[in-house]
């Protein structure tokens, strides 16, 4: 593999996790990024650079961002959210991956990128959930800035350092598996056992 194709990889799934707190966000951010060729997009999505794609991304990130923001529609947008994200993580790694079979494309755009998407929005989903129950909504607003801010930071570091990206990733995981651990301690005790 060669040193561009690892940078391809780690881009593509640093934006897969951006797509995990925004789905619309780091395709706009893919979007102009291609636009302003600051990086190169695999050919057959070279489309997504396109004024079109742009205005019609830039629309639907505007949209998704004010949604979440109306209280108990957030937790309905999330119900199709999780799916979009999947899907919208693989086309994310598909589009960034360079030099590689098409088996091997997919096939790490398919895991590596869908499945870090949706789990991520899964995760944030539960949170949203979790707070709506909780707060009766009323923390929902701070939770969806707390995403959409990590989406930005998450779309500039995957398009600017794409090394620090992925180190970014990992600490998600090891955070959403502590997050986990500790809302769930029955199964970490039926972990433990042999």
Excluded: H
């Excluded at 050919?43 to 019609?56: C, G, H």
């Excluded at 994310?92 to 499945?115: H, Q, R």
């Amino acid at each position: 593999m060669t040193p561009e194709t690892i940078i391809s990889i780690f881009l593509g799934i640093g934006l897969a996790a951006s797509v995990g707190f925004r789905v619309f966000l780091p395709l706009f951010a893919l979007s102009l990024a291609g636009y302003y060729q600051i990086i190169p997009l695999n050919e057959s999505w070279v489309w997504v650079a396109s004024a079109p794609a742009i205005i019609t991304l830039g629309v639907a990130t505007l949209l998704e961002i004010f949604a979440y923001y109306i209280p108990w529609f957030d937790n309905l947008l999330d119900t199709i959210a999780i799916p979009l994200a999947a899907i919208a993580g693989t086309a994310v790694m598909v589009s960034t991956l360079a030099d590689l079979s098409p088996v091997i494309t997919w096939a790490l755009a398919i895991i590596a990128g869908g499945g870090t998407a949706s789990a991520i929005k899964g995760t944030t989903a539960s949170a949203r959930l979790t707070s709506t129950a909780t707060t009766a909504g009323v923390a929902n607003p701070i939770i969806s800035t707390v995403e959409t801010g990590s989406s930005v930071v998450m779309s500039a570091f995957s398009i600017f350092l794409p090394i620090i990206a992925i180190i970014f990733v990992v600490l998600i995981f090891l955070s959403m598996r502590k997050l986990y651990r500790f809302v769930f301690p029955s199964l970490k005790k039926e972990e433990d056992l042999p």
